[in-house]
């Protein structure tokens, strides 16, 4: 550590100023005194001040350091030297084992993107697929340190292809549902066009009928499109509209009825005040009520019930008595076009969308939803919604 030159120049100023104020015949002891104190000061003033904390051991970080840096990362991070795995956070040891420490990257990864990636001298990135399971799907990114080590760090990406097959899925089936009554609408037309002079009248009205009845399945479709579009926007929006649900059941479910009204059993065990969007809760009533009706005996009764669960919660039930579904397609029936009878549920008009539609509905109302059904009696679907006062 090297010391910055004593001022001797100043302190011989300081004897100097000492032996006059002796020879003008002040006190010895005071000024001999001051001297030293003054001597101190010029040696402090001469010394090299410490080093800053940054500065007293070598720059870099250990690997101690590095461990602790990558523990609790949301991310897989492997830290490599030689190519054998001396760090592996929390989350690499959850993905691939604890057993890595020590072994080679390459077998510890076992994919051969990622062992052309870490056995070439660059840096970079690789996409490997079914690192722990079958359809994971994982971005690899490589950096190299100086020492011979190295950085692997892995980025799920699974959910993003998740989501961009549910979009192409849906673009499909979405396509197909639009294609399938235009093409019968068009078909008729052209029909109707080549033989327009000798047409049957009775048969003319018949193809008309169709035609008017494809175009309105065309439009229910596109309604029902986009009112999904609108919910699926506004999921993250709680609704803050406090509504009274006995009410407002009632008066959709025996709307969407229409003439069936007489077929429909409800009650609701109380007043229950909901915070929620009063559109969208209609919507929820008028999907589940109707599909009991097309899809439940033609002469049955659909029950309608709204009843507490707890102090917190109440519970809207919509149940039929018809043939039931199989217990295979229930996990599946809230999927976008599912359908259990493809023939049966274009002719009574459904779109595919009724609950999917509801899922989200209640997904947006910060309730649940669950379908109960058994083979010859009928189906029961359940929605659980906060009271108001729950929320706050």
């Not at 549910?166 to 078909?187: C, K, Y």
């Not at 009632?250 to 969407?256: G, I, L, P, S, T």
């Amino acid at each position: 550590m090297s010391e910055r030159p004593f001022p001797w120049s100043a302190f011989a100023l300081a004897i100097a100023t000492a032996i006059g104020l002796m020879a003008l015949g002040l006190p010895t002891l005071p000024i001999v005194l001051m001297l030293l104190v003054w001597a101190g000061s010029l040696w402090l003033v001469g010394s090299t001040p410490p080093p800053p904390e940054q500065e007293k051991g070598k720059s870099g970080i250990s690997r101690d350091t590095m461990g602790d840096l990558f523990e609790h990362s949301e991310a897989p991070v492997i830290v490599t030297e030689n190519a054998r795995v001396i760090i592996a956070n929390l989350a690499a040891r959850r993905l691939l084992g604890a057993h890595i420490l020590g072994q080679d990257v390459r077998m510890a990864l076992r994919q051969p993107e990622a062992v052309r990636l870490l056995e070439g001298n660059e840096d970079g990135a690789a996409v490997i697929r079914g690192l722990s399971r079958r359809r994971d799907i994982w971005r690899l990114n490589h950096k190299k340190l100086d020492g011979g080590m190295a950085i692997v760090e892995l980025v799920n990406k699974t959910a993003e292809a998740d989501i961009s097959r549910a979009h192409t899925d849906f673009v499909a089936n979405a396509s197909h549902e639009l294609r399938t009554p235009l093409s019968s609408i068009l078909g008729y037309v052209e029909t109707l066009r080549e033989d327009v002079n000798d047409f049957d009248p009775k048969m003319g009205d018949k193809f008309l009928a169709t035609i008017q009845r494809e175009g309105q399945r065309l439009q229910q479709l596109i309604s029902d499109l986009m009112s999904l579009s609108r919910i699926e926007a506004e999921k993250h929006d709680l609704p803050d509209t406090t509504l009274e649900l006995g009410a407002l059941m009632d008066r959709a479910a025996r709307d969407v009825a229409g003439d069936r009204v007489e077929r429909l059993d409800i009650e609701a065990h109380g007043e229950f005040h909901v915070c929620g969007d009063e559109q969208q809760l209609e919507q929820l009533v008028r999907n589940l009520v109707d599909n009991a009706l097309k899809y439940g005996a033609a002469d049955e009764q659909v029950t309608v019930r709204l009843q507490p669960r707890g102090d917190k919660r109440v519970m809207l039930s919509v149940q039929d008595r018809g043939g039931g579904i199989a217990p295979e397609h229930l996990p599946h029936l809230t999927r976008r076009f599912y359908r259990t009878d493809p023939g049966r549920s274009r002719a009574s008009g459904g779109t595919g969308l009724g609950l999917a539609i509801v899922k989200h509905i209640v997904e947006r109302h910060r309730g649940k939803l669950a379908i109960d059904s058994v083979l010859g009696e009928g189906t029961r679907i359940k929605v659980t919604l906060p009271l108001a006062q729950a929320e706050l």
